[in-house]
């Protein structure tokens, strides 16, 4: 159930929606979890970053971006500085703008493992949804490695899989991978669509064949599947949204300041 100002009816313009943004929409409003948003705007909102966010994640996998574990991480040093634990920092004097489309637009350049792409990938998907100036000026300083270091993204965990949403990032399980390649232990993904997910390193696939990859990732004799976690996480789209229209929410006062979970993907753990 959708609600906004707290009440379940509400005008809004199928129009200005995409056929994927009005299909999120119509399984919100089924959902018999209830979903809050203080106004049209915020919801709206929410609909056009989810597409942001899984039109980064194929820009990214077109973009010819290599996996490489940090240890063989690489970047364009002209933007971004690499540092010791394989993460990369922005240099100074570059625009955080400038910093991140070069990824998409320079991919070969650069080599990361899936977790630091699901972070680049929330990174455009909010720059191509709030500008270039907001952007700029929210997120300076930028280091990209891996979950624990972006808490500026304001992360939102979840944990029914059932409630997940084009756009959303989820976690394939391989609890039983070869010990000689620990990059394998799991795949950050991102939700494209119904069964259709974006992990870097395997490509666009759905959940099945993400399964069969990580599954011949197994050690030898294993017969315990890869699976799909419980785990779905997402931005704050209401934080991102106040930020867009210059109405930070102090601190303090957000939920996921307040609550101060540790949640983890992979073998990051972030603050939601």
């Not at 997120?139 to 304001?154: I, K, M, P, V």
């Not at 795949?187 to 990580?214: R, T």
């Not at 106040?242 to 102090?250: E, F, K, M, Q, Y």
Request: contains cysteine; glycine residues 8%.
């Amino acid at each position: 159930m959708i609600l906004v100002s707290d009440s379940p009816t509400f005008e809004l313009n199928p129009l200005t929606l995409s056929e994927l943004e009005r299909r999120i929409l119509q399984a919100k409003r089924r959902s018999q979890v209830v979903y809050r948003y203080p106004s049209v705007d915020a919801l709206v909102f929410e609909m056009k970053m989810r597409t942001h966010i899984i039109e980064a994640a194929k820009a990214l996998y077109a973009g010819g971006a290599n996996f490489a574990t940090f240890e063989g991480s690489k970047c364009n040093e002209k933007y971004w500085i690499r540092t010791a634990n394989g993460g990369f920092q922005l240099r100074g004097g570059v625009l955080p703008s400038v910093g991140i489309t070069d990824i998409f637009e320079n991919g070969h350049l650069y080599g990361f493992e899936c977790a630091g792409a699901i972070i680049i990938i929330l990174y455009k998907a909010v720059l191509e949804t709030v500008g270039e100036a907001v952007f700029n000026a929210y997120f300076q300083n930028l280091f990209l490695r891996d979950w624990q270091y972006d808490r500026d993204l304001s992360l939102i965990t979840t944990y029914n899989k059932n409630e997940a949403y084009p756009g959303d990032v989820l976690y394939f399980k391989n609890p039983d991978h070869d010990p000689e390649t620990p990059e394998w232990q799991g795949e950050n993904v991102i939700m494209l669509d119904d069964n259709l997910y974006f992990g870097h390193g395997i490509g666009i696939e759905s959940g099945q064949d993400i399964i069969a990859a990580l599954n011949r990732m197994r050690r030898r004799g294993s017969t315990i599947s890869a699976y799909l976690q419980d785990l779905v996480v997402h931005p704050d789209f209401e934080y991102l949204r106040r930020l867009s229209v210059n109405d930070v929410i102090p601190a303090g006062q957000r939920d996921y300041e307040r609550i101060g979970i540790a949640g983890s993907v992979g073998e990051s753990t972030f603050l939601i």
